[in-house]
């Protein structure tokens, strides 16, 4: 993952000189928005100055800053800008804030372009971003310094203020703008010492707030032009049948209804992508005037299913070939958990190998082997998948919630038999990802409905239909052995984790490296449930039932389970074993030790009642751990307080990586508990939030404390890191309470009571 | 199809509709008003929530039929200028991220600080009870109520 580069200097640049130059003149309605931290609105200017393609400044001093990424609540369209703005040496208070649109030639990136997930936002875009402040500052500063003919070297800016010392002279970036917009970029603008930030790790405000508590339009959801359609689909009731027949004559003749008809998704024998995932590509669509007409002659369809054959994709994703089948038939969730089993006591795909590890359980004193599984989750983002879509001719326009717009178009393109160019995506808020909106076949769905009643339309799924039309996270299982010599030391590890369809396993992650005798084999088993990432993808399980594991092994050598991961961290720092270890030994260690002394952990005893857990975990690039505090009422754990520490390198706006963090926290603590997807028959069981049971406020916990390491890393990402480890440290909390070990998820369930 | 005046937001709104028709999707497709969110469609989530007269109420799942003249207020009348003390205590908090749920959860919230003006914790989680948020922003949610408790 180290290989994948920022922007490199000579393409921004680039991009930079094409977008400069002209002016720019109107606002889009849902995007176009004051900076809702400063409390009085800001004059508009006259005239807008393009510096490059993530910001521009008007006349009057008032900057405009672009967000690349699409926002889903990470809050990048708040701490994107802040990365600008810090560079660019302008107040806060002058910052207005925009979506970008989606523009790979000036948003280029090695990877994904305007991509959100994977935690890669901040961490991609971090240099570009300051690149982009930095460069209109040279800018600035040069056309000062032709103005008052004195040399640019002796010009300083602060708060958007250009200042002279020696001759007085001082002027704000917007008189300076127009001048400043035409003198060539920098071939290496000079970045700020990161010792002299002042916007970067001072909390701001989300942008947004305002429009948000006051019901602002925002979302895909709320989009709506003029003559615009409302569509709903109908999908297969359950995995593994696809479309034979509809009898649509009642539908039709339903107040409001505009047409019913079938779409499929792709052409025949289109290549699908990595993103392409989609178990039903073969729709009714119903098109009407209004959301609740369709929604009433969408229960009036009359539809026959039949099975669907056996099919399988190969995609190229990251330079690798993946091979995805999907077998026939229709599946249940206790069949997948009586397959996992059969497959977890067969030995796997040797994935990693330290030392001789079978000779070493064959000469251990004690053998300790647990096994974890957990099942699929549904994404259940609050706002159900939707999209709008314009098709005219050979253009389309599409708008709506999606992580991935540089996944999809070229899919789009190829569906429409139209060039990417003719394709215009606008990216709305996402009322929530999670993963789910990497995957945006509904936007494809949108314009096929709009080209076929010609005219613009909004499909929006029911939350059944976002339920139950797949993209769920896989089930797994994971078995852990450990083999201890006749003193309880650690002297072999052996993980084997598979899943369906795909391992969770991370095998050079800890204790990879910590350990002489390791070895790590995964399986998978095919399946026509989709699936696709979940917020910290793997890891959101894998993580757990590791650090379940390590506490359960470290009570067995009794060692305290801080003191024990600190052990075998030093030894991966000091004499690392293998050499592919993902990870930093020093930095994970530093989370524990945080957490350690934020907690009072093994000083101050918790309170009479109170059972504590630990657990850390490394992925997508930021360290967390947590330690979590819970007591038991009427056979349920009420989670007291939960301390976590994070190294997430430099924290761009503290009180939103807060606020991911605990948000992060409490979402695990749900899925944990709750979560759990099942499947009858290949139908997906839970089709709304009466059946799926989410966290609510009187389970979240009482309280939350977070703390980051401090140190001048260039930043990483957060929305998944602080996930994967809450679930071992409430697991491990459990554990204390009950004097039972939780192995399989969810751990309360239907349960009335535990323990 | 039938006509129906409504009270909304203080202002008298005349639609043509299906009588079933949820109020949410009134508010939403005839009127213009989207804060109120769609999130289940049978009043489990708690996104859809409104007033109706001083009680928050599921729109979602609240047919136009039956509101007659009680005075319905959505997100967007809940103040004039954004400023209602549980807005002001949202926006100090910094509670949201997707943002999606907060206008269901800031209505349930202003309509439990009318009725119990300083609710206990367990009132708090009570009430909210019934708003799902995805995000998870709980923890700052019943921060920013018991602030705009005061």
Same mark, same amino acid.
């Given at each position: ?5 920022n ?6 640049l ?11 003149i ?16 800001l ?45 660019l040496?302008?107040?806060w ?41 930095a460069?209109a500052?040279?800018?600035?500063? &040069?056309?000062a310094? +032709? ?53 970067i ?29 409302? /569509? ?6 359950a ?16 107040p ?5 008809f =079938?779409?499929?998704t ?17 729709l ?31 995609? =190229? ?18 069949d ?7 497959? /977890? ?5 040797v ?10 359980f064959?000469?251990?004193?004690k053998?300790?082997e ?18 709008f ?24 393109a190829?569906?429409m ?10 990216? =709305? ?47 797994? +299982?994971?078995?852990?052995? /450990?083999?201890?010599d ?5 002297? /072999?590890?052996h ?14 992650r ?22 696709? =990432? ?5 890891s ?10 390590l ?16 052990e075998?961290?030093?030894?991966a720092?000091e ?16 989370v524990?030790?945080?957490?350690q ?24 690039n ?11 009422e ?21 009180d ?8 992060a926290v409490?979402?695990? *603590? ?5 979560? &759990? ?31 980051f ?5 260039a ?10 480890? *809450? ?28 323990g | ?13 005349q ?19 989207v804060?109120?969110?769609?999130g ?51 926006l ?39 708003n799902?948020?995805r ?15 005061g």
């Amino acid at each position: 993952m180290t290989a994948i580069n920022n922007t490199s200097r000579r393409s921004f640049l680039r991009n930079s000189i094409l977008a400069s130059g002209g002016l720019v003149i109107g606002v889009n309605w849902l995007t176009g928005c004051k900076n809702a931290s400063s409390e009085a609105a800001l004059a508009l200017p006259k005239e807008w100055f393009n510096f490059n393609a993530y910001l521009k400044i008007g006349e009057n001093g008032v900057v405009t800053i672009f967000t690349p990424n699409p926002e889903f609540g990470q809050n990048v369209m708040t701490s994107m800008p802040i990365i600008v703005a810090e560079e660019l040496d302008v107040d806060w208070k002058n910052v207005l804030v925009e979506m970008a649109a989606h523009d790979p030639a000036k948003y280029p990136d090695a990877m994904f372009g305007q991509f959100t997930g994977g935690s890669w936002g901040i961490r991609t875009k971090w240099e570009p971003l300051r690149n982009a402040g930095a460069a209109a500052r040279h800018m600035l500063k &040069e056309a000062a310094a +032709q103005a008052w003919q004195v040399p640019a070297e002796e010009i300083t800016t602060s708060e958007g203020i250009l200042k002279h010392e020696k001759s007085g002279k001082s002027a704000d970036y917007g008189e300076m703008a127009s001048a400043a917009a035409k003198i060539p970029m920098p071939e290496k603008p000079t970045l700020k010492e990161i010792k002299d930030f002042k916007i970067i790790s001072q909390s701001k405000k989300n942008v947004r707030g305002k429009e948000i508590v006051t019901g602002k339009p925002m979302f895909g959801l709320d989009y709506k032009v003029e003559g615009m359609l409302i /569509a709903m689909i109908e999908h297969p009731p359950a995995f593994g049948l696809k479309l034979k027949s509809v009898d649509d004559s009642a539908a039709r003749a339903m107040p409001g209804i505009k047409d019913v008809f =079938t779409i499929k998704t792709y052409n025949d024998g289109f290549e699908k992508a990595m993103f392409d995932t989609n178990a039903f590509p073969e729709l009714v669509a119903i098109v009407g005037n209004s959301t609740w007409e369709v929604m009433q002659a969408k229960k009036a369809l009359k539809v026959e299913w039949e099975p669907a054959p056996t099919s399988s994709n190969t995609v =190229t994703f990251m330079g690798n070939k993946r091979t995805f089948n999907y077998p026939a038939g229709l599946e249940s969730s206790t069949d997948h958990q009586a397959m996992m089993e059969v497959l /977890a006591a067969k030995p796997g795909k040797v994935v990693r190998r330290n030392g001789d590890p079978e000779a070493a359980f064959k000469k251990a004193a004690k053998i300790i082997e647990r096994s974890y599984s957990a099942p699929h989750l549904a994404h259940n983002c609050m706002e159900p998948m939707n999209f709008f879509a314009d098709v005219k001719g050979d253009k389309v326009k599409v708008a709506g919630p999606l992580q991935a717009p540089g996944f999809i178009e070229p899919t789009l393109a190829a569906r429409m038999g139209i060039p990417v160019e003719n394709i215009e995506i606008e990216m =709305t808020r996402m009322g929530g990802g999670f993963g789910r909106r990497a995957y945006s076949h509904y936007m494809v769905e949108a314009a096929l409905i709009s080209q076929k009643v010609n005219a613009p339309v909004k499909l929006m799924y029911s939350r059944e239909d976002d339920m139950t039309n797949g993209i769920y996270r896989p089930a797994y +299982q994971a078995t852990y052995r /450990a083999a201890l010599d006749e003193n309880d030391n650690l002297i /072999a590890f052996h993980v084997k984790a598979g899943g369906i369809p795909e391992s969770p396993l991370h095998a050079d992650r800890f204790p990879a490296g910590a350990i002489d005798n390791y070895l790590a084999e995964d399986w998978k088993i095919d399946s026509n449930i989709t699936i696709g =990432t979940f917020r910290a993808p793997r890891s959101n399980f894998i993580g757990g039932a590791e650090q379940s594991f390590l506490d359960e092994l470290a009570e067995a050598m009794g060692k305290d389970p801080i003191e024990f991961r600190l052990e075998l961290l030093k030894r991966a720092k000091e004499n690392p074993v293998g050499e592919k270890n993902d990870y930093d030994a020093a930095r994970y260690a530093g989370v524990l030790e945080l957490v350690q002394e934020k907690s009072g952990w093994g000083k101050t005893a918790p309170a009479v009642g109170t059972s504590r857990g630990v657990a850390a975990y490394f992925c997508h690039n930021t360290y967390a751990a947590h330690v979590l505090d819970l007591t038991m009422e009427n056979g349920k754990p009420v989670v007291q307080k939960v301390t976590s520490a994070i190294d997430c390198g430099i924290v761009v706006n503290p009180d939103a990586a807060t606020n991911m963090t605990e948000g992060a926290v409490t979402d695990g *603590i749900g899925n944990a508990l709750y979560g &759990e997807m099942t499947f009858k028959d290949g139908a997906a069981e839970k089709t709304n939030f009466d059946k799926y049971r989410m966290i609510r406020m009187i389970e979240a916990p009482k309280a939350i404390e977070v703390h980051f390491v401090k140190n001048e890393i260039a930043p990483t990402g957060m929305g998944e890191p602080p996930f994967p480890p *809450i679930f071992g440290a409430l697991a491990n909390a459990l554990y204390k309470a009950t004097g039972k070990r939780v192995y399989r998820q969810p751990f309360l369930g239907e349960q009335a009571v535990m323990g | 199809m039938a006509s129906f005046t409504l009270n909304i937001n203080g202002k008298k709104q005349q639609v043509e509709v299906d009588p079933t028709t949820p109020i949410l999707w009134v508010l939403r497709d005839h009127l213009d008003l989207v804060g109120t969110k769609y999130g289940c469609g049978i009043a489990q989530c708690g996104a859809c929530t409104i007033h109706l007269g001083d009680t928050a109420m599921r729109s979602c799942v609240l047919p136009v039929s039956q509101v007659g003249e009680q005075p319905i207020t959505t997100i967007e009348g809940l103040s004039e200028n954004g400023d209602h003390p549980v807005q002001k205590a949202w926006l100090e908090h910094d509670v949201a991220q997707c943002g999606y749920c907060q206008a269901g959860q800031i209505m349930n919230a202003s309509a439990l600080l009318k009725s119990t003006p300083r609710p206990s914790d367990a009132a708090i989680e009570g009430a909210m009870n019934g708003n799902i948020c995805r995000c998870a922003t709980y923890v700052w949610i019943k921060a920013a109520i018991k602030t705009a408790a005061g």
